[in-house]
């Protein structure tokens, strides 16, 4: 009866604060986006276990207004760091040669990040977008949304006292605008093109003097293709992300309904979090899953009908135009012989217990020049050349409206629909599935329309280098005919249309983990697609070699349920041991006298390691022997040996999944690396037959806690990078993997059957119930039970209903 009573009291209050009366909606003006906003908004938060809020409002404007506040309660200190990035105010509070956390753009020091976002500021870039009609900008429910995270994140800094020691009592932690969250979300989508380049944008100087240079300094001044490349390839988005992500079609299901497990990499600390959530407006949307902070709408997430993930795609969502200069003045260049001024954009950063900082940044019809001897691309700027970025994601705030329609898709279908109509996601596929057995995967991004054929007219001669190498065009900005066109179904000009993007529909599995769409499927491979996209028939990552085979053997298998979604995820089955580690334990016995010669040049006894690799299980178990030094020697021999030497067997495109294999024992460097981690671990005071989570842990509240899975060179599903700390016993922190892991299907019931787990926790506060909760179940191997269904939130233990309100 008492759990009955409770049922209807909360029930009456969460459709109490849904049917409350809200102001009329209106126009937001420039000054109206600038104000913070307050008031007049009023949402319902039920908690349930591990601190999960399901935001229960009338509409989108109320909806927001509560998952702002909420987010505020977990993360306000990470959120209004972020907001200080975005306003370019970091030199100001924090001093200009500090670094951010890079979670909003590459900067490596305040003073270039205050530089970039200022400059975005000044221009009115995220206000020019804001008011553009949808669907080129933010429809009228996004931006209520926005509106409504800001007042909700306020009203929360209003009544609430701040906790958490990283920014209480700071001046800096102030109430935020709308405009403020739209910049937030344009932050996240130019993260693979200006935001990755901000240092090159904002440190880009014209030459200067007249003097003949050197051949020295001609040579210096060089483009250089290979290290383009390189830098490129750690630029997407900042090498730090990468992703899991299958769905299963009712083919290979027990109830023939579709199957989705989603396991995005992302960083554990900094304002690249997720964080959980439930969403709901009654009869209008209803949808749970993970937001990224500061964004008021599901980012990963399923429904009562459907699920989808995403992981970071091969696709290079920029392009670089080389100038032809005016002679005699390089910020003039030429198109078809008609010479174009640069506009200068002058940017003042205030400076704590400083002088203000004014510097000029310079701009082109293509986009901002990029030059800096320091930045993140090799392109110099001399008297006769200089490169500029064209990053179509910087026309793009479409990226909410894109989830927004995920959250309110009933199908596969709607979920493609959304992503044609609104054609958001900045640098991401798409995976899903959905409840009538449909799987889905699509890499339908927002790129540059740079063609194969438009590059082999258009490719300058550093272009016909990077272009073929890493799909990135460096076309010749003096022609006219080079400009990169329009696709007729392409929402902006200048961009691919939707019917050109590598998509695969209800295939028995469709998987990707970050390399290119053409073995989604290994049975029904994707091809015709630009090289921009990625590459056909070039070998694979580990990773996605080793997650292919186990989700082509699950389908082959079949009557799959969301518990083989949950034994997947932590299988934690290191395809780099199965196919190394014996071979090297056989090298290992045969050393001659046991011994192997360090980077030292001294002798090392390995004998007790062969015993140790051939007793390992190959699995990431925290409780697993023989993992810890696997793993170390791994890492030593692929920076020793070059791929090509590291396998017998070369890879083949006609058997890309188990290949290249066997591997070559002979290298130069196999005998080093095995020495030096014996050395590396014995220095430490570490047994070579350690248990891994006895050295792979992070510290929580002053207590260890073990963490499973490995480092992407491993190609463990499971990923998970760590910072090498030997004195204080291995892998001390988790820098990036693992973060919202979601395992969802269907029974017909109405409710979806979810399994969710938030790896580093809802909240960054060292003093919140749910700082390290969901660390510790991580750690365990264990899973959170969706509560979906109002029965499943009305009967959780740990419920408590709070009712917001500005």
Known sequence: MRTRLRQLVVTAVALATASAALPAATAQSQD?????????????????????????????????????????????????????????????????????????????????????????????????????????????????????????YN???????????????????????????????YALSVLGGQGGTVDDITAARPPTGSATPSARTLAARTPDAEGLVRAVRELLPDGSMGSNAVAFDGSTTANGRGLLLGNPHYPWHGGRRFWQ????????????????????????????????????????????????LVPGDPTAYLVDGTPERMTERTVTVAVKDGTPVTRSQWWTRYGPVLSSPDGELPLPWTTTTAYALNDPNAANLRFADTSLGFSKARSTADVLGSLTRNQGLPWVNTVAADSSGHSLFSQSQVLPRVTNELATRCSTALGKATYPAAGVAVLDGSRGDCALGSDADAVQPGIFGPARMPTLKDAPYAENSNDSAWLANADRPLTGYERIFGTVGTQRSMRTRGA???????????????????RQQFANRVPAGDLAADATA???????????????????DVTEACGVLKAWDHSMDTDSRGALLFDRFWRKLTRAVPGAQLWKVPFSAADPVRTPNTLNTDAPGFARALADTVTELRTAGIALDAKL???????????????????????????????????????????????????????????????????????????????????????????????????????????KVVRVHG
């Not at 429904?303 to 920029?318: D, K, L």
């Not at 988790?734 to 019931?749: E, F, L, M, N, R």
């Open 155 to 185: 009203a929360w800094l209003k009544q609430k006292r701040i906790s958490d020691p990283a920014c209480r009592g700071a001046a800096w932690v102030r109430p935020v605008t709308a405009l403020d969250v739209a910049t937030r979300l």
């Open 32 to 152: 109206r986006q600038e104000r913070p906003a307050h008031g007049g908004l009023s949402a319902v938060v039920r908690y349930t276990e591990y601190g999960v809020p399901h935001v229960v409002a009338k509409d989108y404007a109320n909806l927001g207004f509560g998952t702002g506040w909420a987010q505020a309660a977990d993360q306000v200190c990470v959120l209004a760091d972020g907001f200080v990035t975005v306003r370019g105010e970091r030199s100001r509070v924090f001093g200009p040669d500090e670094a951010p956390d890079r979670s909003l753009s590459s900067a490596g020091e305040n003073l270039s990040s205050d530089l970039y976002f200022r400059g975005v500021r000044d221009a009115g870039t995220v206000q020019k977008l804001l008011d553009q009609p949808a669907p080129r900008g933010p429809s009228r429910q996004v931006k209520d949304l926005m509106r409504g995270w800001a007042a909700g």
């Open 277 to 324: 959530s439930q969403q709901t407006i009654p009869g209008e949307l209803n949808v749970s899953g993970g937001s990224l902070l500061g964004t008021p709408t599901i980012s990963i997430g399923y429904n009562a009908q459907v699920a989808w993930s995403h992981t970071v795609s091969t696709g290079v969502p920029f392009s670089i135009h080389q100038l032809a």
């Open 693 to 799: 989570g006895a050295n792979q842990f992070v510290v929580r509240g002053g207590r260890r806690i073990p963490v499973p899975g490995g480092t992407e060179s491993l190609g463990v599903w499971n990923k998970i990078e760590s910072v090498w700390n030997a004195a204080a016993g291995g892998y001390t922190e988790v820098s990036t993997g693992s973060s919202h892991i979601q395992a969802v299907g269907w029974d017909g019931s109405g409710c979806p059957v979810a399994r969710t787990l938030l790896t580093y926790s809802q909240s960054s506060n060292p003093n919140s119930a749910h700082f390290a909760d969901q660390t510790r179940l991580f750690s365990r191997e264990k899973w959170v039970t969706s509560r979906f269904c109002e029965k499943d939130i009305h009967s959780s233990p740990a419920l």
């Open 586 to 604: 056989r090298a290992c016995a045969a050393l001659p006298g046991g011994t192997a010669t360090g980077s030292d040049g001294k002798a090392v």
């Open 548 to 566: 292919i085979e186990d989700v082509a053997a699950m389908a082959e298998r079949g009557d799959l349920t969301v518990k083989d979604l949950q």
